[in-house]
């Protein structure tokens, strides 16, 4: 009975160290998401200011910057894809 309560015992030890480990990824985990967020709404901020100019720029002009605008959008939309997968 003695065995049982030890062998118990160490499962618990090990389960409690296990849910301390996770809580402390679960936190990094966190930040590194809320850094990325962070990053991804300036960004998005960024494309904002940089397409309202373009609304009644001349066509030709316009071509070249609105398709480096979409790369940019492209990659926010990847940036907000890889967040939404971690959580």
Request: charged share 35%; proline share 1%.
């Amino acid at each position: 009975m003695a065995d049982a309560r030890e062998q118990l015992a160490a499962l618990i030890n090990k389960l409690r160290q296990q849910r301390d480990e996770l809580a402390v990824r679960m936190h990094l985990g966190k930040a590194e998401a809320q850094q990325e967020w962070d990053k991804l709404t300036a960004r998005l901020d960024e494309l904002t200011r940089d397409y309202e100019p373009l609304k009644g720029a001349v066509q030709e002009t316009s071509d070249n910057v609105i398709a480096a605008l979409k790369l940019v959008a492209g990659e926010v939309q990847e940036g907000f894809d890889r967040i939404r997968k971690s959580l």
